[in-house]
């Protein structure tokens, strides 16, 4: 089997959700929002797919130059070719696009076997917990707007089935954001609020100093938290082995520090962190968050997947350690998250009464795509 | 698909390789030698194979029973729920039988899916460079008594197409060794009689001094050896570091050494090798083999596969680093390496002429089972 042509799709949709200036999701008024499928073709007919790949420029005349003539099934070679093409094109190659690549080539071995990939990868477990993860405070009535808010919008999702939630608090552009008391407040607000019914995890704004982030931890150990992110650059790492040493609440990291499963080996050996962390969009791709995976095991060392969506939750489906919980969200109290994706007939993670999300036993990544929407709403413009 | 059945059937078979009293294999007059078919067969008539498996009471009363009822497609859940499970049958479980175990897991799911299972881990190569690993020497004519024996061995090899050669020498218990300065003859004698034209290791004897090691190390350095291996007990990882440091020549390990990834973990992190070591038999498998060499490619460490056969050249085949070279052996100038495997309609692990050994396009491991001559020579007395 060969590759015979990389395609990239863009198309609008409805949205209700955007960016604020510092690139945080919030909802707002419904808009025309844009959303791309890749698709990589094969001379036998069988396609495989991700949503992603932006800039479609990098798809079209960076990714498919590189993959067009291969056979599809050779994943690790195709990753090494893309990830050392990022050397010189990093502006065009990121982590994330490379791993919407290495999902779509996953997803064509799913489907020309018949396989769901969690499968092929070696299966491990059907269903993982998951947990409700909070947009970003605001300052919207009704919003994300207080401690109480938070500790409102907990027991919402408890009452959905959760059995955990994460907090992501107050950060810039608020201009009174971040406020490590604030933050606490609203820690505190949730438990107060759920009691011991949830485990409950803070990721919270990710440039506080030292002496902010070491208050920060002390004070959800006293309300026995289930774990502390990124509070800190990721980038400097002795500041995380500084934290970790002083705190007895896991922290968990790097995500969004770059270097795939090299970082993760270095903050390993440094200590930087009680527990790993990575998602396809981190790290670039299935095939390395496995390699994460087997490294964070090796060493005894459990690792958080980053972000929802099938690459993730196929890659939790064959670890043999935990990733614990599957990161279900942005959820926000004004937005229903299972009317997100009208490009999808169904939803990638359906959520049980128990907080149980299950992963799909369709080939591939289970993508239930309507093509009928995506036609009907491509751009056809050429995109920058 | 759920397992229905595991069984294990040894077989007899003329072979002219036995083993002395401390283990190692020689050439002897043709006897009747025992090699055993593992089976994992499905409700689905789909079965996956292994040889190997002894021995086979532990294949029928400890794995069976954790294996029915079970899907063959979660490779990782078995072998997870194996390895927890040598806790305390370690005399039955060893990472040699789970190994033959998930090998044949692998078998099945490649043969359900029509694929090699290197295509199934995500391939990087179809061909993967040989050597010529020797047996151990002895103090037979025409063998591997002398330094030039080898020198001659290793030239007869370089012809046949291998373009690198590793000498096992001679260990107990022959009376006279080990004899760190006869191992030093053997390698000199090996670089004089095949010039730079290939790449020479050593695998000697295993429980040398601190000081015997280092002083071959620094000889095989004059002589621009490609890598030594494992001279001192593994489990002294100090001895290992104290080695690294003082040698340039990359020291290859741990090989033998229990713990399956954890332990490569380790001496990574002590510096106790500059390249790491494992193969399906070692570590258990296909599954934490993989999980080795992401470990390795975290940390930028070369991992060198050990041994032959199938499971462990599907591995080298789906590694993004290397693994450099496929282990071909033991040989010996008096056998016929091709000739050893009667059970098998094909050998495993065919050689080009520019020394490159081939991965199997067949589904599963590729197995060309001669079930015909299993079932003319099965023992059917119960196995102890």
Redesign the interface.
């Known amino acids: 089997m060969k590759i015979v042509d990389v395609t990239a799709q863009p198309f609008t949709y409805r949205s209700q959700i955007a960016r604020d200036s510092e690139g945080h999701s919030h909802p707002v008024p419904e808009y025309d929002a844009t959303e791309c499928l890749v698709e990589i073709s094969t001379d036998e007919g069988i396609s495989g797919y991700c949503f992603g790949g932006h800039p479609v420029g990098a798809i079209r005349q960076v990714v498919k130059p590189m993959l067009v003539g291969e056979?599809p099934?050779?994943?690790?070679?195709l990753?090494?070719k893309v990830k050392q093409a990022q050397r010189g094109s990093r502006e065009v190659l990121s982590d994330r696009l490379i791993g919407v690549v290495d999902q779509a080539l996953w997803d064509l071995?799913g489907r020309a076997?018949?396989?769901p990939v969690y499968?092929?990868?070696?299966?491990?477990?059907d269903k993982v917990p998951a947990y409700a993860s909070t947009m970003c405070g605001d300052e919207v009535a009704g919003g994300l707007n207080t401690p109480e808010a938070y500790g409102e919008f907990a027991a919402q999702c408890r009452a959905e089935g959760y059995t955990a939630f994460k907090l992501h608090t107050w950060m810039p552009p608020i201009p009174w954001a971040p406020d490590p008391k604030r933050d606490v407040a609203a820690c505190r607000a949730v438990r107060e609020r759920v009691g011991d019914e949830m485990a409950l995890m803070l990721d919270c704004f990710h440039h506080y100093s030292r002496e902010e982030a070491l208050y920060i931890g002390k004070e959800l150990e006293k309300l026995d938290y289930h774990w502390f992110e990124e509070p800190m650059d990721e980038h400097n790492v002795s500041s995380y082995v500084w934290l970790t040493e002083q705190l007895s609440i896991p922290v968990l990291g790097p995500e969004t520090a770059e270097g795939q499963?090299?970082t993760?080996?270095e903050w390993i050996?440094r200590g930087a962190s009680d527990m790993s962390r990575g998602g396809v969009g981190d790290v670039g791709g299935i095939?390395p968050l496995?390699?994460?995976a087997?490294?964070c095991?090796?060493?005894?060392v459990r690792m958080e997947v980053h972000g929802g969506g099938p690459g993730n939750l196929h890659a939790l489906c064959?670890?043999?350690i935990p990733g614990e919980y599957y990161e279900r969200g942005l959820l926000h109290p004004f937005l229903d998250y299972e009317q997100r994706t009208p490009w999808l007939n169904s939803i990638v993670d359906p959520m049980d009464e128990a907080g149980c999300v299950h992963v799909s036993q369709q080939p591939g990544l289970g993508w239930d795509i309507n093509f009928d929407f995506i036609r009907a709403n491509a751009v056809t413009a050429p995109p920058g």
């Open positions: 056979d099934f050779y994943r690790e070679k990753w090494q071995a076997l018949g396989q499968k092929l990868l070696g299966g491990a477990r499963m090299f993760r080996a050996v095939t496995m390699k994460t087997h490294l095991e090796s060493f005894g064959a670890m043999g």
